[in-house]
């Protein structure tokens, strides 16, 4: 699968991973490929902490700890959604998110299936490989704009390169317990966490077909 076109036409978020590790000459390949990504005025202000064994279990294993005392989390540097979200975004968020748990045969009242399905976030959803964006405090909105055209670009290569990648913004609740264990100064911002390696195969969670908006509804053509 190489052309663009056939992977944005065949990437979907992976849920479930194989054990099988990445090498760390693969991950380096994938992210050194994606760091050509443009950025406004060359600022380049991601940066990634790619990490795996034992330092991607203690992360894992500290804030699942954290999870159970604290639920909801710690203060996010950024917020994943305004507070209410608006529709028709509040409606598609809830469309996703009843997709996933009917893939899943989660139904709604079951509250601790569910939030025990969330909490896999906080395991990579079993990936050998966990990615972490920070950009420093001093930036704003537009650099936050280049570090996802980074990311996207990092699905993209995954994808051309057999593996696959899921988009936690869940990690966004973690941001003191991430500095923490990984060292990382208070100057930088946790952005987005990623899951990175081989999916599952066979699994109903990994062939969830989300929808998405007809091109009318996003593109308006003019001057044509
Ligand atoms: C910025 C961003 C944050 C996301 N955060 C999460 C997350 O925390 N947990 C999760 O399971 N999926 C997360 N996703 C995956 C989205 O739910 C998914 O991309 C969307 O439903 C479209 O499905 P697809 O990626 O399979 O096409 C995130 C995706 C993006 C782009």
Redesign the pocket.
Known sequence: MNSVREVLEN???V?EYTNQPVSADLVQEILSVSGKSASGSNLQPWKIYAISGSVKNRLCETVMQRLALNPSGEKADIP?YPKPLPDPFRQRRYD?GEL?YRALNIPREDKIQRLMQ?A??FSF?GAPVGLIFTINRTLCESQILDT?IL?QSIMLMAKEQGLDT??????TLWPQTIREVLGIDEAEMVL??MSLGYAKQDELVNE???P?IVMDEYVKMMGF
Do not use: D, E, T, Y
């Open positions: 990437r979907r978020s849920r994943i996703c996933m969330v896999k976030n959803f996802g990311v899921c988009a936690q913004a869940s990690w987005l966490g969830i077909k989300q998405r």
